[in-house]
């Protein structure tokens, strides 16, 4: 009764041990993106193998040599730098995204604004830190309505990623946080957010590039770009709350 | 609108008052070709916001010129279309000095979209009504970075746009028959500034779409 799945054992090992000799190895393409693309890349192709973070710490992993085959970024930054460097083709738009506040649902602070941030005694505030886009775009938006001391005159954590973010707020460790729109729909059942002005949103538009290095599933990688640019991918990235570029 | 007590309104008044008359056409003239001022800190809001403002200011003299003049005129003679042409020329100017100052962070076509309300265009006085209060708001923030802008040459060059954005607000009260000076003009701070301009600015065509909540 052993003998049989033990053979069976066997000839997958062999099995396995040719495959992995073979000079092209079937692996899934590895999609390196932004953490706020975290539920809505899966929905548009559950094949990948994909790895969220924040784009900057992204980046870097691929400058020095991660198995990326595309990166997706947050902001444009991160792949012009990689383009520059001949790490990656041409970076193309194919998101935007809006900053909101977020507060736990039970709203301890009682905050209906970002103004309220300003007021009373010092508050525990999530933000990301200065190198990753969220972080950048939190702190443009502050400079524009002349609300820096936002950061100064309250409790500051310093997320590595808009992930850290939400958590810290929907776990009320934070009383606010700035996400984007799209992070704060994922988690609207622990977090409410608060609309910021428009005319003081920074542009956010998400980029990606195909990764160029030795061993590169370049295919794959393409078939990908073209499923998020697809009437679908569009249409699921709508969905989620993204904008979207003119065709 | 956050409170200010009569010596501080009296004080920023007199700020914006001296600033104004330091400023003027040598200076304006010289602006052109200095080097970008360099704000400091949050000092950087003042142009971002004042970008935007001039920008909703250039989009209302377009429509109010195009009103006046494909509409029945709205009652404006040529020589006041010229005068409000004057005024668009001189937000032109304002924006230049702007994003001369900004440079890359400046607000770009397509970041938003300008939407004025289509009674602001309805009738001779609700166009004047519209130009007076959107440039007593614009002027009004100058007037606080005036005193409160933490370098020089922002306050330096807030100076001069409040000496022509006040140059502007006489001549449209005068065009709405009042008195070239109708009253002090009064600082307007950061939160009453944006709640105001957001009112005329909606998302870009490439934003995400608006949808209850936040």
């Not at chain 1, 973070?53 to 947050?74: C, K, M, W, Y």
């Amino acid at each position: 009764m052993l003998r049989k799945p033990s053979f069976l054992i066997l000839v997958a090992a062999a099995a396995v041990s040719m495959v992995a000799a073979l000079p092209v190895t079937a692996h899934a393409t590895t999609v390196y993106a932004a953490t706020s693309l975290r539920d809505v890349f899966p929905r548009i192709d559950g094949g990948m193998t994909f790895s969220f973070g924040g784009s900057n710490t992204l980046q870097l992993q691929i400058e020095r040599g991660a198995p990326a085959d595309v990166f997706a970024s947050a902001s444009p930054k991160e792949p012009q730098a990689l383009y520059r460097e001949k790490k990656c083709g041409r970076p193309a738009v194919f998101a935007t995204n809006v900053l909101v506040l977020i507060v736990p649902k039970s709203n301890p602070a009682a905050i209906t604004s970002v103004y309220d941030l300003k007021q009373g005694s010092p508050k525990r505030i999530a933000v990301g830190a200065a190198g990753v886009p969220v972080g950048g775009y939190t702190r443009q938006l502050l400079a524009r309505m002349r609300l820096g001391r936002v950061l100064t005159q309250n409790v500051v954590s310093s997320e590595s990623n808009v992930g850290g973010v939400v958590t810290k707020v929907a776990l009320g460790s934070a009383v606010a946080g700035f996400v984007y729109t799209t992070d704060s729909k994922i988690a609207s059942d622990r977090v409410r957010a608060i609309r910021l002005p428009t005319w003081a949103q920074p542009p956010i538009r998400y980029e990606f590039c195909i990764v160029q290095r030795p061993g590169a599933d370049r295919a794959g990688a393409q078939a990908f770009v073209n499923k998020v640019r697809s009437a679908r991918g569009r249409r699921l990235l709508d969905a989620a709350g993204f904008g979207l570029p003119r065709r | 609108m956050t409170g200010v007590d009569r010596a501080t309104f009296l004080r920023r008044g007199i700020g914006g008052a001296l600033a104004a008359s330091a400023a003027g056409l040598p200076l304006t003239a010289r602006a052109g070709a200095a080097t970008p001022v360099r704000p400091a800190g949050e000092d950087i809001g003042f142009f971002q916001w004042g970008a935007t403002a001039e920008l909703v200011s250039l989009a209302f003299y377009d429509r109010a010129l195009h009103e006046t003049l494909d509409r029945g005129a709205r009652g404006f003679s040529p020589a006041e279309r010229k005068r409000l042409q004057l005024a668009r020329a001189g937000d032109a100017e304002h924006l230049r000095k702007l994003r001369f100052t900004l440079q890359g962070d400046a607000p770009k076509a397509g970041d938003f979209t300008i939407a004025l309300p289509d009674s602001t265009f309805q009738s001779r006085r609700s166009i004047l009504e519209f130009g007076v209060t959107l440039a007593e708001l614009i002027a009004g923030v100058y007037l606080d970075g005036v005193t409160s802008a933490s370098d020089a040459g922002t306050r330096a060059l807030l100076g001069r746009l409040l000496a022509s954005e006040a140059q502007q607000i006489s001549a449209l009260h005068v065009l709405a028959g009042a008195p070239a000076t109708a009253g002090l003009l009064r600082p307007v701070f950061p939160q009453e500034a944006s709640d105001a301009l957001d009112r005329y600015i909606q998302p870009g065509p490439s934003a995400p779409r608006a949808r209850g909540g936040a």
